[in-house]
């Protein structure tokens, strides 16, 4: 595991585990102002034959809690290890990372002017009792109608063959967009906060008191 530059620990808290490996979430986390530490969870991510949208989202996000909770050490005390996982759905399929940029080029060609869905999901797994809370947040966003010469400069420019969507709303990416609908503005990025910390707070973890 690696370690957050986040703030020391708090002996009044649990260990917190963020199990993944994406820059995106672990900026995300470092929003909260509270230690953590990363964990790469090893696990298969191909969606199952059949399995809607959400559903994959679902699933992997609590698998990447369970498999980095099952590789802590039997001494390791209480820790809350929270997993996420995104899966963006257009014309009732699920769009991947592009990884190239023909195959951005792509998407951003069959989305424009089209509505897309995000299933960002969230699961937080508490080591001492066993017990898993799982969320879906949804975000539709509407992606603008541009040219071909527009969406290449885009490409170009933010590089973001490491999204699914094809796009970074946090940053350029933005221009492509003409609307988007969430009850968290962080999900859409990978991580949701507002979910986050409903879960971190239901679960005894100190957000907002001071240090001693």
């Known amino acids: 595991m690696q370690d957050s530059p986040s703030q ?7 260990a917190l585990i963020l199990a993944s490996s994406s820059r995106y979430r672990r900026e995300l986390l470092e929003r909260l102002r509270i ?3 990363t964990a790469v969870p090893a696990i298969d991510e191909t969606p199952q034959p059949g399995e809607a949208p959400e559903a ?4 992997l996000a609590a698998a990447k809690a369970r498999a980095v909770a099952a590789a802590l ?11 996420s996982d995104q899966v963006a759905t257009f014309d009732g399929r699920q769009i991947g990372k592009p990884g190239t940029h023909e195959r951005a080029l792509g998407q951003l060609q069959a989305m424009r002017g089209r509505e897309v869905l995000f299933h960002s999901a969230l699961s937080l797994l508490d080591t001492a009792t066993g017990q898993t809370d799982t969320v879906d947040v949804v975000t539709k966003v509407r992606f603008r109608d541009l040219p071909d ?12 063959y490491d999204c699914a969507g094809s796009a970074k709303s946090e940053g350029l990416g933005i221009a492509l ?4 609908e969430s ?16 879960m971190l707070l239901t679960a005894g973890y ?6 001693a």
């Open 73 to 83: 050490p039997p001494d390791a005390g209480r820790a809350l290890v929270i997993g």
């Open 35 to 37: 230690p953590f530490e």
């Open 8 to 14: 020391a620990p708090h002996k009044g808290r649990p």
């Open 183 to 198: 009850d968290d503005p962080t999900a859409l990025i990978g991580l949701p906060l507002i979910a986050l910390t409903r």
């Open 56 to 59: 994959t989202a679902l699933r």
């Open 206 to 211: 100190p957000l907002l008191e001071a240090e």
């Open 149 to 160: 010469a527009a969406l290449d400069a885009y490409l170009r420019a933010e590089t973001p």
């Open 177 to 180: 967009l003409e609307a988007i």
